[in-house]
DNA sequence: CGACTAATTGATGCTATTCAACCACCGTGG
DNA sequence: CCACGGTGGTTGAATAGCATCAATTAGTCG
């Protein structure tokens, strides 16, 4: 039976694609948008290998440092975020297992955000100058990040546009749903079920709301049946994108 | 004297660079952060050719057309948004003069936000093919717009922080300087003052709230002498940065 | 002048914040 | 084994921020 913390993608009926081994979720990504030659993903996966483990809810840049090293998430869930003065922080987006933190890094000079876990995670460290030569001489992978990343924006105009225009409740179920159908996309949920390792105050951070009010609107939803939140496995029911349709 | 509705630099203190005519705004941005060649310059210039005039708040693409054309907007503000289907609108980020719409236009298949102006504006309607042949042709030119681009995205992230967790108020704020800093930056505007042809439904559609607190808080802002603003002329007292600092 | 768009005002209630306290769970060390 | 601290979740009451509806007042232009 499946583990509510359990991240293996066994048992929820996903066919779980045979990739190579490492970056798996990364060029599962990268060639949904462009065919990829065997070296190609050969290259890729010497991406995954300065890995290491990372606690829940640890920095791995913090805003103003210069930016030489991107981020590859092999497992769990990382985001950008800004923090301001007073303390309180904004998550702009999140990283999930396949994405690359950022392919534009070359022209970066540094961070005007910080990065974090929200889970526990399996991180690899891409040094700029290998990420710049795998961008220079692999020109379907370079397509591919470029792709990705107009993908990445989409999804922060539509981040974005949840904030000003939706109530929290349909920004909590949207950021549900994100999160599901992102980690459905890489082999690693079912398609209206999968792992949610973040706590309430990550969710309030993403949503931009109190905490307070995450458990509150989380609660609705419970009662309501909209969605299932038990230890760290969430369900949402097919009324759940029914409830907020026009969220794009 | 200046009046209120003036576009000029003239009289504002600005040293009004004297670049070509046609793309001033856009070299000017672009140069800012790659040098350019004059066979650069000659090459941006051309892309104003087919310019029009265009009423304030007239679409220039909708939601869902297909990607074809970029647009490069020459005089006025112009704005990219989302529409919900309740009829909400939410703007994403502001195109100033000089800002081309989209360079990775290419990419794309059709549009998932509209674009339309909110001031009168001019306009270029930029072919695809012209814009494909310029960054293969140019790599200044792809390298400057690839640089200008990564500086839009970084507005994108603090206009989604302010979006999450700033007030109205400050957000309000916010939105004024960003458009006086960039308006000063391509010389329409001075450095605390400049033109602001936006009504309050397109302030509101920014800062995500209604019309009618956007009337309540600027008056605030008014009482308080921290915005001066008057026939679509805005001034910032010194006050208005301190009011907001920790913005970024 | 009339028609339109933009700005303004008041009254009312919902949405969400804040502060505070309390509970449940989990791993640690005595 | 239980006492302990820590983190994350839950709850209540008071209040602030903001939306909504509705109506009124400038401005602007043909």
Redesign the pocket.
């Known amino acids: 039976m499946i583990g509510p913390h359990s991240y293996s993608a066994a048992g929820l009926g996903v066919p779980q694609k045979p990739l190579d081994g490492m970056a798996g979720p990364l060029s599962l990504r990268l060639g949904a948008h462009v065919p990829l030659s065997g070296e190609d993903l050969a290259a890729l996966a010497h991406l995954a290998v300065r890995e290491s483990a990372v606690a829940?809810?640890a920095d791995l840049v913090r805003q103003g440092e210069p930016a030489d090293t991107a981020f590859l998430v092999l497992e769990g869930i990382a985001a950008r975020y800004v923090q301001r003065a007073s303390g309180a922080r904004q998550i702009l987006a999140l990283l999930l297992p396949g994405d690359l933190c950022d392919p534009d890094l070359a022209h970066l000079e540094c961070w005007d955000h910080g990065i974090a876990t929200l889970s526990p995670c399996r991180i690899a460290r891409v040094p700029r100058a290998v990420l710049e030569e795998l961008i220079a001489t692999r020109p379907a992978v370079a397509l591919a990040f470029r792709r990705t990343k107009l993908e990445a924006e989409a999804r922060s105009r539509a981040w974005l546009t949840a904030l000003g225009i939706l109530?929290?409740?349909e920004r909590l179920v949207r950021l549900f749903r994100e999160i599901v159908d992102r980690m459905h996309a890489v082999g690693l949920a079912g398609r209206n079920e999968g792992p949610l390792p973040?706590?309430?105050?990550d969710m309030?951070e993403c949503i931009?709301?109190?905490?307070?009010?995450?458990?509150?609107?989380?609660?609705d939803l419970r009662r309501s049946g909209v969605v299932e939140l038990k230890?760290n496995w969430l369900r949402l029911s097919d009324r759940a994108g029914l409830d907020a349709p026009a969220g794009e």
């Not at 931009?208 to 609660?219: A, E, F, P």
Request: proline share 0%.
């Open positions: 829940a809810h109530l929290a409740t973040l706590t309430q105050v309030a931009g709301t109190s905490t307070v009010h995450v458990n509150r609107v989380l609660q230890g």
